[in-house]
């Protein structure tokens, strides 16, 4: 190249007084996916495609996060990372992959503790593979067997544990009482909060729920401002039962699937203040369909779509 510029690759091979060659920006190759009742899109990386020394930490989703500023994608906040656990076998013995979901912020930052199922099916539907994908949640401990539903065209994900398992109640009690109102803490997917609305009475809906939820974060150990714990409010009669719930920034448009998880199994636990879910949940959104068993939670019918494969920049951020 005239001029004298470095090569893109290797090191520089001029003689003496020659400068230095600078790396060539590393990227990472994306994918974009939406699930059809989540608040927005997942940016979805893979583990075993990240630059070398990459360990997708703060700092560098954050370089990552500004480098998507201007385009159509700024802003995003979900971001999950997965790759390959273990060989993956006939239809008898289905792919497995890893899984770690990240939340942005509002305020900025990250919180590495929280799960999203709707990001994890991204990550499914990312990878592309046929046949039924069992998905371990590093971040959150689950495991998730996607099984895809032909005539639907969509997929039913079961979280592979007992709602009576232990730990799905993470204070040992089904119901604690937090400001004087009683509610059910339960750790199934996510740590949820749930509610009778029938408790809440008044117009500011919200706000009493943003104040119980940082009383819960409190007892459960997270921080105030963190994605943890999760909180719905519910209203049971004889059409079933209905649910609003708040995401990170606001209210969700529906429900998480982790939400509709933990729901389910709340429902199959005895002394919680909800009532067995089995069926068709209510949310502002539209329905979503759940079921149980004694070894797990099903929840149907969910649906995502890639929606494009992108190239990122990534800067590496060294470590002494």
């Not at 201007?70 to 792919?95: M, Q, V």
Request: with cysteine.
């Amino acid at each position: 190249m005239a001029g004298g510029a470095p090569a893109e690759h290797g090191p520089a091979t001029g003689g003496a007084g020659a400068a230095p060659t600078k790396p060539a920006p590393a990227t990472v190759a994306a994918a974009l996916v939406r699930a059809h009742d989540a608040p927005g899109p997942t940016l979805v990386l893979r583990l075993d495609h990240l630059p070398r020394g990459a360990l997708a930490l703060g700092g560098e989703l954050a370089w990552l996060r500004r480098a998507l500023a201007g385009t159509p994608y700024a802003g995003i906040g979900k971001i999950a990372l997965y790759g390959p656990c273990g060989p993956y076998g006939a239809a008898a013995h289905p792919a497995r992959l890893d899984y770690r979901f990240v939340q942005a912020l509002p305020a900025g930052g990250f919180d590495f503790r929280a799960g999203c199922g709707h990001s994890l099916l991204a990550c499914v539907v990312a990878d592309g593979r046929p046949g039924p994908v069992t998905v371990r949640a590093v971040t959150t401990g689950d495991t998730v067997l996607c099984e895809h539903e032909p005539q639907q065209g969509a997929y039913t994900l079961s979280f592979l544990r007992a709602p009576t398992a232990p730990g799905t109640l993470p204070t040992g009690r089904p119901v604690d009482l937090l400001d004087g109102t009683p509610v059910s803490l339960v750790r199934y997917g996510n740590p949820y909060v749930f509610v009778d609305a029938r408790h809440l009475p008044g117009e500011n809906l919200r706000e009493r729920l943003e104040g119980l939820r940082a009383h819960a974060a409190r007892l459960l150990g997270h921080p105030p401002r963190s994605a943890l714990p999760k909180i719905a409010a519910f209203t049971a009669g004889s059409g079933g039962i209905a649910v609003r719930a708040l995401t990170v920034g606001g209210w969700h448009p529906r429900l998480a699937l982790t939400g509709a998880a933990a729901l389910a199994a709340a429902g199959a636990l005895e002394g919680t203040v909800v009532p067995p879910v089995e069926g068709e949940v209510r949310t502002p959104g539209g329905t979503v369909t759940v079921s149980t068993g004694p070894d797990r939670v099903r929840v149907h019918h969910k649906r995502a779509e890639l929606l494009e494969r992108l190239v990122l920049p990534w800067r590496v951020h060294a470590t002494a």
